[in-house]
């Protein structure tokens, strides 16, 4: 009896199980032998200090991190976030001064700075009247005649690029619940726009418009509405296929449905009427940095928390990836950018990319965009994720390294469960799981734009830093 499960297995053919390596299975496969692959690396990636920490984190500091965790996630779920206003940024934001320059990620100077940043840049000074030319805001730029600081340091962000300046117009997300407030300038629509690095007439001119027109007709529709409520809007959009980064078709109808009495009853001119809801209209990513001021509002609600390992900021900027800890205040932890992987427009590849940037993954940082995928499986072929059917595996394994679901954001195709909400940095490093980001994908050179649209992934050395620098946090105390 003992020999004939053997027999039994040796008569039949393979049945492989591959742990590790991906490629091992995939030759298999082609051979035509059946086998799972199973995803897996040693915890820390192999670093036996940080395993080392990781074990004493799971120790004796688990009962401190975990209810420090919990406060975090409590106050990221309760949030109540509106849009309530839309103003310019230097009312927003009164550090900001002439030649004084926002942009997306962690800090960083030109010198390091990447081509559609430094396009977006030189675009910027010359919409802003500081430069006559493009050519003179080079100069200018290598003079050290600006100075540069992250969106993050101010309450601030941007998608791409993400540059914010004194008189660009910013919606002004508030928090309700906790009564602070986030910025982000207006989407500009899709194609060649300044967050891709353009910067022709074409571009500046429609700047100059949402400056001079939009911006302010929306503000007053915004104030006479008494402002949007945002959380019952988003789930709504996850009901409809928006998963918020790449897909912000449903929320950006909804708004305009919201917001569109309140506009024509605050515009005195049916021309400027009509080009506000053209525009509206015609812009599927509307919504897109509503998103983002929505989650910078409430991830910024679990900031400095003592001993938390939730991550409250996760942004890029072509050169450099970085997050921020609420158990480790306003620092920063910084790897190399990553490339995106996606697909193409038309008459452009992979070798016409550049390295991912933006602000926009704080809207993963609250449970949205790649984390969210489930709900929006028309996306995943877009981004080249792969089968619309597998879309949902992107939401089931985010929920391996995050605190919890959001019982008001869910996903009706995954029997309603809840986006998962809450990274946290130890169960990055022990699974190696890096967060997937949804991003759209800029042309290296200045001034061409968005060629494309993809996944990235946050590097994993940024949250091994995060983890030593809060080990040591919790070690002084």
């Known amino acids: 009896?003992?020999?004939?499960?053997?027999?039994?297995?040796?008569?039949?053919?393979?049945?492989?199980?591959?742990?590790?390596?991906?490629?091992?299975?995939?030759?298999?496969?082609?051979?035509?032998?059946?086998?799972?692959?199973?995803?897996?690396?040693?915890?820390?990636?192999?670093?036996?200090?940080?395993?080392?920490?990781?074990?004493?984190?799971?120790?004796?500091?688990?009962?401190?991190?975990?209810?420090?965790?919990?406060?975090?996630?409590?106050?990221?779920?309760?949030?109540?976030?509106?849009?309530?206003?839309?103003?310019?940024?230097?009312?927003?934001?009164?550090?900001?001064?002439?030649?004084?320059?926002?942009?997306?990620?962690?800090?960083?100077?030109?010198?390091?700075?990447?081509?559609?940043?430094?396009?977006?840049?030189?675009?910027?000074?010359?919409?802003?009247?500081?430069?006559?030319?493009?050519?003179?805001?080079?100069?200018?730029?290598?003079?050290?005649?600006?100075?540069?600081?992250?969106?993050?340091?101010?309450?601030?962000?941007?998608?791409?690029?993400?540059?914010?300046?004194?008189?660009?117009?910013?919606?002004?997300?508030?928090?309700?619940?906790?009564?602070?407030?986030?910025?982000?300038?207006?989407?500009?629509?899709?194609?060649?726009v300044l967050r891709f690095g353009g910067n022709d007439d074409e571009v500046l001119n429609r700047l100059r418009w949402i400056r001079d027109e939009f911006g302010p007709a929306l503000g007053r529709a915004l104030r006479n509405l008494g402002g949007l409520s945002l959380k019952g809007l988003v789930a709504r959009g996850l009901s409809m296929g928006d998963e918020m980064h790449q897909r912000n078709a449903a929320c950006s109808s909804l708004a305009l449905r919201e917001l569109a009495a309140a506009l024509a009853e605050t515009s005195s001119d049916s021309q400027a009427l009509t080009r506000a809801f053209a525009f509206m209209a015609g812009n599927d990513q509307f919504f897109l940095n509503i998103a983002m001021a929505m989650g910078k509002s409430i991830a910024d609600s679990a900031r400095a928390i003592e001993g938390s390992s939730i991550v409250t900021a996760m942004s890029r900027n072509g050169t450099d990836f970085g997050i921020q800890v609420s158990g480790t205040g306003d620092s920063w932890f910084i790897a190399p950018v990553e490339m995106p992987e996606g697909l193409f427009f038309p008459g452009f590849t992979e070798e016409d990319a550049n390295p991912d940037m933006g602000d926009s993954a704080i809207v993963e940082t609250v449970g949205l965009g790649g984390f969210a995928m489930g709900a929006a499986p028309a996306v995943a072929g877009f981004v080249g994720a792969g089968a619309a059917s597998d879309a949902g595996n992107y939401t089931l394994r985010m929920k391996d390294i995050t605190a919890g679901g959001n019982p008001e954001w869910k996903i009706p195709s995954m029997d309603y469960i809840g986006v998962p909400t809450g990274i946290d940095i130890r169960a990055v490093v022990e699974t190696a799981i890096a967060p997937t980001i949804n991003t759209g994908i800029a042309h290296r050179r200045a001034g061409i734009g968005q060629v494309g649209a993809g996944i990235a992934r946050a590097p994993l050395k940024c949250f091994s830093q995060a983890l030593v620098d809060l080990a040591r946090r919790l070690e002084a105390k």
């Open 1 to 192: 009896m003992t020999g004939d499960p053997i027999e039994s297995l040796l008569r039949g053919p393979p049945k492989v199980i591959n742990v590790g390596l991906a490629g091992f299975s995939r030759d298999l496969s082609e051979q035509g032998v059946e086998s799972v692959h199973v995803d897996w690396s040693p915890p820390a990636q192999g670093d036996p200090i940080v395993a080392a920490l990781l074990s004493k984190l799971d120790g004796s500091s688990k009962e401190r991190i975990d209810a420090a965790n919990s406060r975090a996630l409590d106050q990221m779920l309760s949030s109540e976030p509106v849009l309530i206003d839309v103003i310019p940024a230097s009312e927003a934001i009164p550090a900001l001064e002439p030649r004084r320059i926002l942009h997306a990620g962690p800090p960083l100077e030109w010198e390091r700075m990447c081509g559609p940043m430094r396009g977006a840049i030189q675009g910027i000074s010359v919409f802003e009247g500081w430069e006559a030319n493009l050519s003179d805001a080079q100069k200018s730029a290598e003079q050290g005649l600006f100075s540069f600081y992250p969106n993050h340091h101010f309450d601030a962000v941007g998608p791409m690029t993400g540059i914010t300046t004194l008189s660009q117009p910013v919606m002004v997300v508030e928090n309700r619940k906790f009564g602070n407030r986030a910025y982000c300038a207006i989407n500009e629509g899709l194609g060649k």
